[in-house]
Structure formats: structure tokens, C-alpha cells
């Protein structure tokens, strides 16, 4: 079976597991923090990062370092995996679901305008496939209204925008390393901001809000007298975790020309086909996380099902959020069209130029 996503491992992160094990702490310590660092100085100077236990817990820690609770309303794209807005709803705020461009699978800013209300308190704008969008425009709106920006960046770890690391601008980045994203941890994730006040509330509130835990932590001790004044979690990232991320982290480079490499075959295979519509990436500069191409909706489950029969997965990134029981809103047109025309071809560093070909002469032979 050609898988749709897998985590490329080699003995790299073996080498640094073994060497957590040889130290006999497996919790947030002395690796946490090197990945922490290692991440900063991917990313850029002028932030600070927290690594925390998934990408979900990084989204949800940087609603509450923005103080978003109940009675509180957060914009957000409809096409996003639910840990989007069940990070949003863990706050006690209400997620509002927005509708997308169809050409992109991002958020449509015209329809997120529509939503605005005196609650509304922060746009989460969602890297879609590993594509930022205009994020321009995306500044100019959350400036207008006055809100804070969470960018939920689980795609588009290891990207750029105009030559800056995504993470190094805009108002607070989150990144996920669970198993299949474009970096892993075996589970992970990471809150990136300029701003230092978020960073320290994460910082507490991953440790069960015992106030400068995480410094402890790091000279291998631990607070015995403390003070808590927040709600905390144990979200924090073990060493275990860390190991692996730092291994990663090496390899982003290779790992990075592979996905560009993966996307650039499709592009060239699938481009002209008349039947298919595929969403633009800017391969100079985005690390491309998944690949999705719309075809009409009547033709989309065949097509799935040949590909399966074929060994090939794909995937269908993402149900609408409004669709679900515990979100339901008003229709979102262009969403529920893109949810039923996408498919998502495989997309990893571990597939080989031949399995491309492959995949692409049976979408094609399909389709005719
Ligand atoms: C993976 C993902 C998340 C959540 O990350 P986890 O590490 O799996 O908790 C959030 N948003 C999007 C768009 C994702 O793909």
C-alpha cells in the first residue's frame, strides 16, 4: 500500500531516544529545552518557543495566553481538522466558522468580515496544505478589528513567506509535530510569538500553572513550594518527544526538497488534465504538506475506490467543522463544494519518484 502520509525515520532518532534513555529522565528536561533553542534558531531571534505535548495543546494554550473565554467568539476557516476549534471551545469561547476560497482552501476574508461581532476577540487563521496565503491582507483585518492572530501553521512547519520562517512574524504561531506533519515528534507541537507575555503564560500553564516550573525543570530540579494562580494542564513536552524532534529538526532540509520534489511531479503530471483543479503552492518557499486536487463531486468516491483497489490511500482534507453536531452553522457553500470535490494524494519524504508516476497513471487512466 502506498501510504497517504508517514513519518520519515531513520537511525538518526534512534541514536537520540537511546541517549534520553541512557540518561534515565524521559520528562520535560535538558532535550526539551534543546529543542526549544534548536527551534529558535531555525525560526528566527526575535522568538521565543514552547514546545508542548500536541498541536492541539499549543493552540489552545495560545487562546488562554490571550485571555479568550467564554462569551468570546474566535474566527476560524470551516476546513480545518477539528483540533482547530475544539482548541478554540476548550477555552469556553465559541469558534465561528467561516467560509473558504475554493481556489485555495483557506480562509475567505470577505465572509470572515460577515462574522464579526463585539465578541469577537482573534482571527485563527489555519495554513491549509502548507500555504499562508495573503497574509497581508490577514494583518490588515486583524488590525482593523482589533484582534489577535493565531496562526494554526500544523501544515506549514519549515515554510516561508517571502523569505521569513513562518513562525518569525505575525502575532502567535502554532505548529504541530504529531506523527504524519512535516516534522515529527511521535506527538508535539510548539507555540511560537515575538510577544514574551504569551510565551511565559505558556510556559506556566503547560506545568499545571506552577508558576516558573519550566526553568526548574530544565537545571533538573522541581518546585516544591510554589504558587498557582491560573488554570493549568499537563501539556508539557517530554524529553522522549524532544529527541525525536530534535533528530527531525536536522533533517529538515532533505525532508523539505523531497515534499517540493513530490508536489512538483503532481503538478506537472496532473496540471493539464482537464477534469482537475488543483490549488496553487508557491514550491519556492512552502514546505507542502498535503496534496489535494478537486475533481467533480460525482466522480470523487470512484476515483478514491480505484485508487484504493490500486494501493494507493488518499485522504479527504477536512469535513467542514460546521458540519459537525457540535459546531453546526448556517451553510458554507464554498467549503461543503470543496469538501465534496477534494481528494488528497499521498505526500512524504518516503515515497519515490516512481510511486508519483504511478499514482498519476491511474488518476489519469480514471479519469479517461
Ligand atoms: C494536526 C493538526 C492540528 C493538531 O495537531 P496535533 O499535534 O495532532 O494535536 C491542528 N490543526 C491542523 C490543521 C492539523 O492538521
Known amino acids: 500500500m502506498i501510504k497517504l502520509s508517514q513519518a520519515s525515520l531513520g537511525s538518526e532518532e534512534n541514536k537520540c531516544i537511546e541517549e534520553v534513555l541512557s540518561q534515565k529522565y524521559l520528562g520535560m528536561g535538558f532535550f526539551t529545552k534543546q529543542f526549544e533553542e534548536k527551534l529558535k534558531g531555525y525560526i528566527g531571534e526575535n522568538v521565543e518557543v514552547s514546545c508542548v505535548n500536541t498541536g492541539t495543546s499549543a493552540l489552545h494554550l495560545a487562546a488562554q495566553a490571550i485571555n479568550i473565554e467564554s462569551g468570546d467568539e474566535v474566527i476560524i476557516p470551516t476546513v ?3 483540533a482547530s476549534f475544539q ?4 477555552t469556553g469561547a465559541k ?3 467561516c467560509d473558504i476560497c475554493i481556489d485555495s482552501g483557506l480562509l475567505d476574508i470577505k465572509d470572515a468580515e460577515k462574522k464579526i461581532t463585539t465578541r469577537t476577540k482573534a482571527l485563527m487563521h489555519v495554513h491549509y496544505a502548507g500555504n499562508v496565503g ?6 490588515a483585518f486583524v488590525k482593523k478589528y482589533n484582534l489577535r492572530l493565531i496562526e494554526d501553521a500544523a501544515h506549514s512547519f519549515g515554510g516561508n513567506y517571502e523569505n521569513k520562517k513562518i513562525g ?3 502575532d502567535i504561531t502554532c505548529f504541530s509535530f504529531d506523527s504524519i506533519k512535516n516534522i515529527t515528534c511521535g506527538e508535539g507541537g510548539a507555540v511560537v510569538s515575538s510577544d514574551i507575555k504569551v510565551i511565559e503564560k505558556v510556559k506556566d500553564y503547560r506545568l499545571l500553572g506552577v508558576k516558573n516550573d519550566t526553568e526548574k525543570r530544565f537545571s533538573q530540579q522541581r518546585s516544591w513550594d510554589f504558587d498557582v494562580s491560573e488554570q493549568g494542564w499537563r501539556y508539557h513536552m517530554s524529553n522522549i518527544n524532544a529527541a525525536i524532534g530534535i533528530a527531525q529538526l536536522e533533517k529538515i532540509e532533505v525532508l523539505k526538497a523531497k515534499r517540493r520534489l513530490i508536489a512538483e511531479k503532481y503538478f506537472n503530471q496532473l496540471r493539464d488534465c482537464p477534469n482537475i483543479s488543483l490549488i496553487s503552492m508557491d514550491l519556492n518557499n512552502i514546505m507542502p504538506h ?6 467533480n463531486a460525482s466522480k470523487r468516491n470512484g476515483l478514491k475506490k480505484f485508487l484504493f483497489e490500486r494501493g494507493i490511500e488518499t485522504g479527504l482534507h477536512y469535513k467542514p467543522n460546521h458540519l459537525l453536531t457540535k459546531y453546526k452553522s448556517a451553510p458554507l457553500p464554498s467549503a461543503e463544494k470543496f469538501w465534496e470535490e477534494t481528494l488528497t494524494l499521498p505526500l512524504h519524504a518516503n515515497l519515490s519518484i516512481k510511486d508519483i508516476d504511478f499514482i498519476c497513471e491511474n488518476i489519469l487512466s480514471y479519469l479517461n
Open 95 to 97: 469558534p465561528i466558522p
Open 87 to 90: 482548541a478554540i471551545s476548550a
Open 80 to 82: 480545518t481538522y477539528v
Open 168 to 170: 518569525s512574524f505575525g
Open 134 to 139: 495573503n497574509i497581508e491582507e490577514v494583518h
Open 290 to 295: 498535503i496534496f489535494p486536487l478537486r475533481i
